[in-house]
């Protein structure tokens, strides 16, 4: 991780004076880095502990020492975890999961993005006000009338409960709404006068105006799928259709004491996240601050 | 004015709007709205999963249950566990990303690779973050307590704990939401006026005073906000709860009973008034959310 070598990089900053704001001392900006690089290593260290022990043997992760602290290059124990479940089972349903979820909430949220901004119906209003209303419902109290409509609509343990729920996105609904609100009217007016339908203004003239909002939704919609635990959790039953995390979870416990083992199986599945993260650092802090934001593009 | 007149049907007054808006809001009906009104519905029944047409109408009775203690574990213990775990996230959560914020609203590459290491914990599944926890908090092996030993202390079995299970949970959770909590406070920062910190400096103010006096009355809204949403989803945390403890020693909150009520135990009718009770306590909370972000605009 970039973070081990850091603290080494204040020893240049008193060089740098001139661009600091003036009247912090040197003391007090050298203080400030040196707490922020351990705030920030203490964020990771977890994660690091983790990968360490993975590359170490059974003995060595029983018993600690300062050797412990770096990792070996021992891959012995993601060989043998790979082997005790049905991991690319499980890789390949998050991915199509994930992969059809997005798919889908990017183009129901386009759509009624585009309807709910620039688009006048009757009912708009109101209509809006129902998609809000949605925003208020928490997942824990949709998990027993949905595993019961599930039953009767035989969708239990099938790809599709884990899909559709969450095809629509009352956030992506909100923030295609944002994005087109803030395009100039004029625009789609010409587009109008020149005879087009209001299926090739959105696709010819509103789609490329927002496709940074599709892209926040997107990784949105896509860690949250990968992410999922507790739905999927309950509403399948086999490995067949079970996304990685419920694989984990279950592989926890049935592998519970075999922990370094376990430690194998976090990093294996916890990388790919990390890697999408450290490459889309600047889409996924635009995702917090319009998810938290709520709402104001 | 003949002209207007004979100008060609708007695209943009179209009916094709509710077409628009039918695929987000069949999905909306279909998995949030039906199944919410269904649960207050399931939540008036001595409810049978096994077969649906056996269940027996009972009235509030199982509001009455809740509210009178009677259930196991009692409505007002896992009231009081939620409490805790709410209270305690809802406090330090948005104290602790107040000072992280504070801490790293600099600029520079370090500065900039703290905040990255910071909000990295928040991308990370909670499953497999749980487990990384349990394996440092493990009471024989663990990191923590062989730290411990260095100092001649012999820690707890954290999470075999009555005492230390929760403060273990919430040390996790701060964990992952810490760094998502920072962003928000960072970005509210960003948008301050600087005119007034620089009046405040003319006028003598230190550091201290200039952060009483000037910052904090302009991060209000922030902090509030924060506050709001942070209350939300820890009355929703589930994972963490399910993987480091499975709702033992003193952890069974109202989300974590939900989900046992209704799918391990089988009190179908129990856990869809829970759910309710849930469900109120969300939307209050959402409506509050949704008014002050009005007020903020």
């Keep these: ?297 | 004015m003949s002209v207007a007149a004979r100008r060609p049907r708007r695209a943009m007054n179209s009916p094709i709007a509710y077409f628009f808006v039918l695929p987000a809001l069949v999905i909306f009906f279909v998995f949030t709205i039906a199944p919410t009104l269904y649960t207050a519905f399931i939540s008036l029944f001595n409810w049978n999963p096994l077969n649906i047409s056996q269940s027996k109408f009972i009235g509030l009775s199982n509001y009455k249950n809740a509210f009178a203690g009677q259930a196991n574990p009692s409505f007002w213990d896992t009231a009081k566990t939620s409490a805790y775990f709410v209270v305690a996230m809802v406090v330090l959560g948005p104290l602790l990303a107040l000072l992280i914020a504070l801490l790293l609203q600099r600029g520079g590459r370090l500065m900039s690779a703290a905040r990255t290491a910071t909000f990295l914990p928040n991308v990370t599944p909670l499953v497999a973050t749980s487990l990384v926890w349990m394996w440092i908090f493990n009471g024989q092996f663990g990191l923590a307590n062989q730290v411990l030993k260095v100092f001649g202390i012999g820690g707890p079995n954290w999470l075999e704990s009555n005492t230390w299970a929760m403060p273990v949970v919430i040390f996790v959770s701060l964990w992952h939401e810490l760094g998502f909590i920072a962003i928000i406070i960072l970005g509210g920062l960003t948008t301050m006026s600087s005119e007034l910190s620089e009046a405040a400096k003319v006028d003598g103010c230190n550091v201290f005073q200039e952060f009483i006096h000037i910052t904090l009355p302009q991060l209000r809204p922030v902090m509030f906000f924060v506050v709001v949403i942070s209350t939300i989803s820890s009355l929703q945390a589930f994972t963490q709860f399910y993987t480091m403890t499975q709702g033992n020693f003193g952890t069974s909150t109202l989300s974590y009973e939900i989900y046992y009520q209704a799918f391990v135990v089988y009190h179908t009718g129990y856990a869809a008034a829970l759910a309710i009770v849930l469900l109120v306590i969300t939307a209050v909370l959402s409506i509050l959310q949704f008014v002050l972000n009005r007020t903020r605009d």
């Excluded at chain 1, 203080?31 to 994660?47: D, K």
């Excluded at chain 1, 998050?94 to 009912?123: D, E």
């Design chain 1, 1 to 297: 991780m970039t973070g081990t070598t850091l603290p080494g990089s204040t020893r240049r900053l008193p060089g740098r004076r001139a661009t600091r704001r003036p009247g912090t001392s040197t003391t007090g900006r050298v203080v400030r880095l040196v707490v922020a690089a351990l705030v920030g290593l203490a964020f990771i260290a977890p994660l690091y502990w983790v990968f360490v022990t993975s590359t170490l043997n059974t003995s060595q992760a029983y018993s600690f020492s300062w050797a412990s602290l770096v990792p070996h290059p021992n891959f012995s124990n993601y060989d043998r975890a790979w082997h005790m479940a049905p991991w690319e089972r499980f890789f390949t349903n998050t991915i199509f999961i994930a992969v059809c979820t997005v798919v889908l909430a990017l183009l129901t949220s386009l759509l009624a993005g585009f309807a709910f901004s620039v688009m006048r119906f009757r009912g708009r209003g109101a209509l809006f006000g129902l998609v809000l209303s949605v925003m208020m419902v928490p997942q824990s109290v949709l998990l027993i009338p949905d595993y019961i409509i599930a039953q009767h609509l035989h969708l239990l343990n099938t790809y599709w409960i884990q899909i559709l729920p969450f095809g629509a996105s009352v956030f992506g609904i909100f923030l295609v709404r944002q994005f087109f609100l803030n395009v100039p009217k004029e625009l789609f007016e010409a587009a109008e006068l020149d005879g087009c339908g209001p299926l090739r203004i959105l696709f010819w003239v509103g789609l490329p105006m927002v496709r940074p909002a599709l892209l926040v939704l997107g990784l949105n919609v896509l860690m949250g799928s990968w992410n999922a635990f507790l739905w999927p959790y309950v509403m399948t039953s086999s490995n067949a259709v079970r996304p990685i995390e419920v694989g984990l979870s279950v592989f926890s416990s049935t592998n519970g004491t075999d922990y370094t083992g376990l430690c194998a199986s976090v990093s294996f599945t916890t990388i790919p996240v990390l890697v999408v993260f450290l490459l889309l650092q600047k889409q996924f802090i635009t995702g917090a601050f319009s998810a938290a934001g709520g709402v104001r593009g």
